[in-house]
């Protein structure tokens, strides 16, 4: 596994960008194979976790997270 500054990974590299209460927080996912659906609303439900008021362990913040996929996916699957 590889885990040099913002990038964790081997055969999947995922790379962080961005800072907390900045205007975006983003990621890069290098590897994932082409042809898998992906819709930004499955990545919404596991960010919706993160919601004030969901947990006990669950952030204060009141920030709006939204999620928005900008490349690498085409008609619902990854490219």
Do not use: W
């Not at 975006?24 to 609303?41: F, I, M, S, T």
């Not at 990545?43 to 006990?56: E, H, T």
């Amino acid at each position: 596994m590889l885990l040099a500054g913002s990038s964790i990974g081997h055969n999947l590299v995922l790379t962080s960008f961005g800072e907390s209460h900045g205007k975006c927080v983003g990621a890069v996912l290098d590897g994932c194979p082409a042809g898998l659906e992906l819709a930004e609303k499955d990545i919404q439900k596991m960010l919706d976790l993160r919601r004030p008021g969901q947990s006990l362990v669950s952030t204060q913040r009141k920030e709006g997270d939204i999620v928005e996929i900008l490349s690498g996916v085409f008609r619902g699957y990854t490219t």
